[in-house]
């Protein structure tokens, strides 16, 4: 095990969680922490935009200059503002290490930076292009020569962090990753923890509770299948087969368990996407202790500190009041468009979110979003009614779309790079009660409850009554119409809506503080994120991007982003249902707080089995703790290992290089396949890789590429020389999955080409450009 190189990357995160929380005190004064908790996303966004404009020159430049500037501001700030509160930052700093030290745990019994089982050779590939590169664009690691196509913002924060430390990619890679999983506890507990106290309700209560909802809690498909297990054999197998499990997994036993399968609960039949058999299992609905556990440092991991970033921008809006007009401006033209920016390098699939929090936050505000203009524009907008709930909604899309602009130009060059040639297709297979539920129940299972008590005080029990049996029968009848989603999500949507927009309730039932120009309101911030997260699930029923995979990206990418701010919401959702639920009569509401206590026990139960059956797998089968990423090659690869290693130590700069392609998750030499390991390992461009690149361009330029890659290998000698010389290849990699795929190789028979190093299997061949 590494301790030394622990030590300093957590020192250094707990180094940036300082300085960016100083900075955050600026941005969010009014939170409870002022803002301590988004001290390491506040932090690695200045060293990210200085380091992504900059790069154009010089990689290091950039760097270094963040580092500057990101000193130089804190100092500042510390200065004319305050140093973070020694208390405050202990509890901080604490969850952060909770987080950050579960997550290296985990890796040190796992971190094999393996192709199968999701993309770790995509993600290394980029980090280790980055330690490679000396100014950006970034070049196409699978597609040499060209700019990359793939949003690899948080790679470049890994990058960043890896270079800083001097750290060797394949310790950065999980270190890293500890620190992303620890970024977005810490900023789930500080958000969560702002929004209850806002409220008056317990602040550590509402945190710790979104702590486990966002770290740790899981989808309700493994308790599920833990009581069909539990059944007698006959009525487990129907409820089964009602449920549509198959026996098998957990329902068969604990000791058949997988860690995978609570990640593909929702099914998309073939007919829908023509390439598919049925029954199989397209969509992936991930959360976040799956992603983590299974170890990708992918985009809708690496980008979920950034959502809560953009949700705290907008919650301190929130708080704002409308005669601090500059400051609400600042927030919405300022700090969020740069946080955009950073998303659509990060996640793109993420980009469109900045937006849809702008525009509910503006639109739900207790400040007029009119006060933001000219006085004279902002007294011809001063409406009443229906007129005065479509000007905020007009201001919210306005204000919508300035942010995604702005956006726009704070990644620019990013969308100037190679287009992807996606489409927007709609009305996919869409996702039945059941499975909803599984994926979704655990929190909208308190938010019906939580909009069902703020409906028993506005109106009363018995009103309230009537509409939730409506609700019911609505969402009864939407299932059996294939619209389950609509029945399930809708009720959220008008009540979260009506309740952010209703009057004050009575103040004798609930006493809340008072909110900046707004008055007691029934509900809070979390309405916001109540909404938000029902809309995306909503949208990705009947609007998906079409792609050879169906839907499954689109709710791949959403869902994460659901469960995100849903689990922020929870938190406060919990606390006020643990602590403020009092229906009136001394018998109702002894039985209401037990039923509560009742129900959040049993959520929380449920949703930590799925982590107690992984962990206790991952450390059943695992060996030695280290973390060396690619510790296994030597033991799974020997044939290559030596050669893949001279390749990434020996080589400076970005030498292009030739290896088998097409290529993809599976590294079987004996069957041609070799996943691009030697440019996904060390960085180095190859000429084709991974068939992603016929997703992230297109099929013909790819299957070009393809056959280019056969000519090279046992082509006739012209076009050899002619292919070599077009790509600018330096060196050709001819391992046993090049020999398996392409028999007898010629290409060694060319001057100018000699042999460069031989191990194992592999003989690596230089490129003389000089003979061509």
Not at 420 to 437: C, F, K, N, Q
Not at 448 to 461: H, I, K, M, P, S
Not at 658 to 663: E, F, I, K, L, Q
């Amino acid at each position: 095990m590494q301790y030394g190189l622990l030590a300093i990357w957590f020192a250094l995160y707990l180094l940036l969680l300082y300085a960016g929380g100083t900075v955050a005190g600026l941005l969010f004064p009014r939170f409870a922490d002022r803002g301590l908790a988004f001290g390491v996303p506040v932090a690695v966004s200045i060293l990210w935009l200085v380091t992504y404009f900059v790069g154009r020159l010089s990689l290091t430049l950039g760097i270094w200059l963040g580092v500057v500037v990101l000193a130089t501001g804190t100092a500042a700030v510390w200065r004319v503002d305050s140093a973070p509160d020694p208390r405050t930052y202990a509890e901080t700093a604490g969850v952060f290490t909770v987080g950050f030290l579960f997550l290296v745990v985990i890796r040190a019994f796992d971190p094999a930076i393996v192709p199968i089982g999701g993309e770790k050779f995509l993600d290394f590939g980029l980090l280790q292009s980055l330690m490679r590169a000396d100014s950006l664009p970034l070049e196409d690691m699978w597609f040499a020569g060209e700019p990359v196509a793939y949003y690899y913002g948080g790679h470049l924060i890994a990058a960043i962090l890896t270079r800083v430390t001097g750290t060797e990619g394949q310790f950065a890679y999980n270190l890293a990753l500890a620190g992303f999983y620890a970024t977005l506890v810490t900023a789930a507990y500080g958000l969560a923890g702002a929004v209850a106290s806002e409220r008056g309700l317990p602040r550590r209560l509402a945190a710790g509770l979104t702590a486990f909802c966002v770290g740790f809690a899981s989808n309700l498909s493994t308790p599920a299948k833990f009581v069909i297990w539990l059944l007698p054999g006959g009525l487990g197998q129907s409820v089964a087969e009602r449920a549509g499990y198959e026996l098998k997994g957990l329902t068969a036993g604990p000791d058949s368990f997988s860690y995978w399968d609570a990640s593909r609960v929702i099914e998309d039949t073939a007919s829908d996407f023509g390439t598919y058999e049925p029954s199989v299992a397209l969509v992936i609905d991930e959360f976040p202790l799956f992603s983590w556990l299974n170890g990708d440092m992918h985009a809708h991991m690496m980008s979920t500190g950034f959502l809560l970033l953009a949700a705290a921008v907008c919650f301190s809006y929130y708080q704002t009041p409308a005669a601090e007009r500059r400051r609400r401006i600042g927030l919405l033209f300022a700090a969020l468009p740069a946080v955009a920016g950073i998303m659509a390098v990060t996640n793109t699939w993420s980009f469109p979110s900045m937006g849809g929090l702008a525009l509910l936050t503006v639109t739900v505000a207790p400040a007029d979003p009119t006060t933001l203009l000219p006085k004279a524009i902002e007294q011809r907008l001063r409406l009443n009614g229906l007129g005065q709930e479509g000007v905020r909604i007009g201001m919210g899309l306005g204000v919508a779309a300035v942010v995604l602009v702005l956006g726009l130009l704070w990644s620019l060059p990013f969308w100037l790079g190679p287009a992807s040639g996606r489409e927007i297709a709609v009305l996919p297979d869409r996702t039945s009660m059941l499975e909803l539920l599984a994926v979704h129940g655990l929190f909208v299972a308190p938010f019906w409850l939580y909009l069902y008590a703020q409906t028993g005080r506005a109106v009363g029990r018995s009103t309230a009554r009537i509409v939730g049996l409506v609700a019911v029968g609505t969402a009864a009848l939407a299932a059996t119409l294939d619209i389950a989603a609509v029945g399930l999500l809708g009720p959220l949507l008008l009540g979260a809506w009506l309740f952010a927009r209703s009057p004050t309730l009575d103040r004798t039932v609930d006493a809340v503080p008072a909110l900046a120009d707004g008055g007691d309101r029934p509900v809070g911030f979390e309405s916001v994120l109540i909404l938000a997260g029902a809309g995306l699930v909503l949208l990705v029923e009947f609007i998906f991007v079409r792609e050879n995979i169906g839907r499954m990206n689109t709710v791949f990418k959403t869902y994460m982003q659901v469960w995100v701010l849903w689990g922020v919401a929870a938190g406060p959702v919990l606390a006020w249902l643990l602590t403020r639920w009092r229906p009136t009569g001394k018998q109702a509401r002894k039985w209401t707080n037990i039923g509560v206590r009742a129900f959040v026990a049993l959520l929380v139960c449920s949703a930590s089995l799925y982590g107690v059956f992984a962990l206790s797998n991952h450390v059943e089968y695992a060996g030695d703790p280290t973390l060396d990423g690619l510790a296994y090659l030597d033991d799974d690869h020997p044939e290559e290992a030596e050669a893949i290693r001279w390749l990434d130590e020996t080589t400076t700069g970005r030498p292009t290089i030739v290896t088998a392609a097409p290529a993809d998750y599976e590294w079987v030499a004996d069957e041609g396949k070799g996943a691009s390991a030697p440019s996904s390992l060390t960085g180095l461009p190859t000429v084709a890789g991974w068939t992603h690149e016929a997703q992230y361009r297109n099929d013909t330029v790819y299957d070009r590429r393809v056959d280019d890659v056969a000519t090279i290998y046992t082509g006739d000698a012209p076009e050899q020389r002619r292919l070599l010389e077009a790509y600018d290849v330096r060196y050709v990699y001819v391992g046993p999955v090049e020999q398996a795929r392409y028999g007898d190789v010629t290409v060694d028979q060319l001057q100018g080409v000699t042999v460069a190093k031989q191990a194992g299997g592999v003989t690596i061949y230089r490129v003389r450009p000089e003979y061509f």
